[in-house]
């Protein structure tokens, strides 16, 4: 029984990881895109994005179930980490599954620091973007903090002073 649960617990693992490369690969995309220049691409993936998210979150949920009743099979708390279980496990499967775990965790990381980096690339187009705007109409803008230290940013001078030849 305690083996039939590890290999459906081994496959959740391998499938939640297969998962998270693919939404990894869509974030990578994502910022290809930006550094492209290609806001369609950028926005098409966006939705992509959404179904791939929803799919790790089934696959976690696939295996969230299957630890769940490896715990109980092990006499362990429901609420039991895959850590938590990996002393109850045959020696044969610790390793896999300590080595699933760790790739997923890896693959989280990367995927959170891809996010971050498009957030920074996607604040730095809007700025650049205001900064365009501003210089277009003859103005520039101002940044200035508030009082909950966020960054206010307003464009000050005059109507446009485009010239058509």
């Known amino acids: 029984m305690t083996l039939d649960i590890l ?29 492209r220049g290609e806001p369609q691409q950028f926005l098409d993936l966006g939705a992509a994005l959404n179904e791939q998210i929803a799919l790790v979150g089934a696959h976690r949920a696939c295996r969230e179930k299957t630890v769940q009743a490896f715990a109980r099979s092990s006499n362990q708390p429901e609420n039991s980490t895959v850590s938590d279980l990996l002393a109850h496990m045959p020696l044969s499967g610790q ?22 980096q498009n957030h920074l690339l996607l604040a730095r187009c809007v700025t650049m973007a205001q900064q365009t705007v ?16 966020a960054v206010n940013q307003v464009i000050s001078g005059g109507p446009a002073r485009l010239a058509v030849a």
């Open 7 to 35: 290999d459906e617990m081994t496959r959740a693992l391998r499938l939640e990881m297969q998962e998270y490369g693919g939404l990894l690969g869509l974030i990578e995309d994502q910022q290809d895109a930006i550094l």
């Open 95 to 116: 390793g896999m599954i300590k080595a699933l775990m760790d790739e997923i965790n890896s693959l989280i990381s990367r995927t959170q620091r891809r996010l971050r």
């Open 134 to 149: 501003a210089m277009a109409s003859g103005g520039e803008v101002v940044s200035t903090y508030g009082r909950g230290g």
